[in-house]
């Protein structure tokens, strides 16, 4: 059998466009422009990348785009400052502050002072709460990118084994309380799991956030299953010259490929989901804020 490949690119485009149509709805129906803060502090490369990108993608849809660029050795202080201005601020829907922070700030301090309302990844202790217990508001972004490319690819997952693999607060726990939400029965294995490759071959579902490149071997996915694979790993690639390197995923791709039903590649599978998602993230929040319901 050969693997389906979860095109995950076209799916953030299509879904891009769905968005466009609830934002120009929003400005045509309630004159309200869904408004989104991005917050990055330092020069650090890939962070600059992902907030450019998330910028661009924000004006694209149609909503408006907040940039904060501050210097590395802003204070705990300023930034606080920033993030309570942007509370404030009606025309701001959505904060975002790009992690990691530099380590003199309390990352903890700074996303407990984001006003629940707008915390668009979906990390404050509220928001946590409230996808837990099935409320609306935003959910983490990535696991709902990787929720979304599950559904459209299995349709319903009731009754489906899911083993996630990694238990961060970032990825792995917010996809189990997801999956759970779908009935599916949720295996959530990590760095004590003992024979993990045993677990994982009992997976229909197997979702891997881990950060170890390739470390989930072909021989470890039970036939048919769908793999989606949120690891994003730089790896030295030799063969396209001296000192390159390339991306890779948790999964063995190639391997795996040849066993599972469907699998996302990287890049172009998760990744472009997730900001597809703190867009989608920031329509719900400026139609709750506004006392709309949000577009399912
Ligand atoms: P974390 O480092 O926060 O968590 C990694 C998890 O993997 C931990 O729960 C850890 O277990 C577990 N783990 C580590 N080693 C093993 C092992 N040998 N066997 C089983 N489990 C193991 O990472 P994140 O969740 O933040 O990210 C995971 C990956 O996903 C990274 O590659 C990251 O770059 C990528 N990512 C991609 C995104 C996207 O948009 N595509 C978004 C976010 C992340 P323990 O808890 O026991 O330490």
């Known amino acids: 059998m050969t693997a389906k490949i979860i095109d995950g690119k076209q799916f953030a485009e299509n879904l891009r466009g769905r968005i466009a149509e609830h934002v120009a709805r929003l400005k045509a129906e309630h004159g309200i422009t869904p408004g989104l ?5 330092g020069e ?12 661009r ?18 204070s705990e202080a300023d930034l606080l400052t920033l993030v309570h201005r942007l509370n404030a601020d009606p025309a701001v829907h959505g904060i975002l502050v790009q992690m990691p922070l530099p380590k003199h700030i309390d990352a903890n301090k700074i996303i407990e002072a984001i006003y629940p309302a707008k915390d668009v990844d979906c990390f404050t202790p509220a928001n946590v709460g409230k996808v837990q217990i099935g409320l609306p508001g935003p959910v983490s972004c990535t696991p709902l990118g990787c929720l979304m490319l599950l559904r459209a690819e299995l349709g319903s997952l009731e009754g489906k084994h899911a083993v996630i693999v ?6 792995g726990k917010p996809m189990a309380q997801l999956l759970l939400r779908d009935n599916c029965t949720v295996t959530v294995a990590h760095s004590r799991t003992q024979n993990l490759p045993d677990v994982i071959r009992q997976a ?3 979702v891997a956030a881990v950060g170890r490149p ?7 996915i039970k036939p048919g299953a769908a793999v989606i694979d949120v690891g994003i790993n730089r790896i030295a690639a030799p063969e396209k010259g001296e000192g390159k390197t390339r991306l890779v995923g948790d999964v063995d791709t190639a391997a795996a490929s040849e066993v599972a039903g469907a699998i996302t590649p990287v890049p172009g599978g998760v990744g472009p989901m997730t900001i597809a998602c703190l ?4 329509v719900t929040t400026a139609s709750l804020i506004n006392g709309l319901i949000p577009p399912s």
């Open 166 to 171: 990694g238990r961060s607060n970032l990825v």
């Open 37 to 41: 803060a991005v917050v990055i502090v």
């Open 279 to 282: 867009l989608a993230n920031t």
């Open 214 to 220: 390739q470390m989930i071997k072909g021989d470890w």
């Open 44 to 55: 650090d490369p890939a962070s600059q990348v992902y907030v450019a990108n998330k910028a």
């Open 204 to 206: 229909d579902i197997v």
């Open 57 to 74: 993608q924000t004006a694209e849809v149609g909503m408006a785009s907040f940039k904060h660029e501050l210097p590395a050795d802003t």
